[in-house]
């Protein structure tokens, strides 16, 4: 089993930053893939980005690509989310997720999921 806890979530402006991180414990050597997915109300995950916890690669959607920043700190066994100039359709609940395999969009894909944390951006 692997556990997650998200944190680094909270209220900023538009054009604000923020980091979240997300810290894994447990049987982290099974995690190949980790990544951050967002949540709003009556509505799916959506991918935000993904990481290779050797490093080798990560990846974004065009929604966050120029803006994000997704990294995993292999020492510490931690995700992070680095965003820029964030805009109100940022706005969600922010949750880490981490596979046992390569990494994939869609969150149900996922076998260990963290409980979130909130990030709310106001013009």
């Known amino acids: 089993q692997v556990q997650l806890s998200e944190s680094g979530g909270g209220s900023v402006q538009v054009g604000g930053s923020l980091r979240l991180s997300c810290a894994a414990s447990?049987?982290?050597?099974?995690?190949?893939?980790m990544a951050w997915f967002r949540q709003t109300p009556g509505k799916e995950h959506e991918a935000v980005a993904t990481?290779?916890?050797?490093?080798?690669?990560?990846a974004y959607t065009d929604s966050t690509k120029r803006r994000f920043t997704i990294s995993y700190d292999n020492a510490k066994n931690t995700l992070n989310l680095q965003m820029n100039n964030l805009k109100p359709e940022d706005t969600a609940m922010y949750y880490c997720?981490?596979?046992?395999?390569?990494?994939?969009?869609?969150?149900?894909?996922?076998?260990?999921g963290g409980q979130g944390t909130q990030v709310t951006v106001s013009s």
């Open positions: 997720a981490a596979r046992i395999g390569g990494c994939r969009w869609n969150f149900h894909d996922y076998n260990f």
């Open positions: 447990g049987a982290t050597g099974t995690i190949s893939c």
């Open positions: 990481a290779y916890t050797d490093g080798t690669s990560t």
